[in-house]
């Protein structure tokens, strides 16, 4: 069984962020940043959590994501469902040009659905990544458009919200919006 270490809190905006996994700062206008040359341990795939809500299980998500650097990818998405060492996360990344829901089970990453939609968005830009949940459906789309997948979980989801990328990608992320 993994355990979750929290370590202190960023700031996003008005929101605080608990840093779990990875080397996560802020900057005085509010954007984390995780920065995957800082982080020596490489360990598991970076995480923060927000402090609210408490439990997301119906609403939307809206964040602006800006992927900066990265050995292998481009990564960004947001994590929701969080429990412990189990959650979802929905993600857009530069290999494979779209976005996807993920489930992580401890260490071990499963692919839930692939975008069919595939697109190179700028690096060094300002995205926005807009999550929906209604009980067991998920929604997931890159700046409103055909970026995105959909797809009904067996179960309705609830949990804590959170930051996710890749090890070795450098992802930045800014104004993060909860509509229930």
Known sequence: MAVCV????????????????GTWTTDAS???????????????YPLALF???????NGTARIEFKMLDGTDD????????????????????TKDGNVALWRMDGPKRTVIKHGEHHEQLARDKWHRL???????????????GPLQVEHELDQPVS???GLYT????TSAFRNLKVNP
């Open 130 to 144: 807009e999550l929906t949940v209604q009980g067991r459906r998920i929604r997931a789309t890159v700046n409103g």
């Open 166 to 169: 890749k090890p070795d990608a």
């Open 159 to 161: 949990g804590r919200l």
């Open 6 to 21: 929290l370590l202190p809190a960023v700031v996003v905006g008005a929101q605080s962020v608990i840093q779990v996994r």
């Open 51 to 57: 402090d609210e809500p408490d439990s997301f299980s």
């Open 74 to 93: 481009y990564t960004a998405g947001l994590t929701f469902g969080h429990q412990g060492a189990s959650y979802y996360y929905v993600r857009y990344n």
């Open 30 to 44: 509010g954007v984390v940043t995780h920065d995957a040359s800082k982080w020596t341990a490489k360990e598991g």
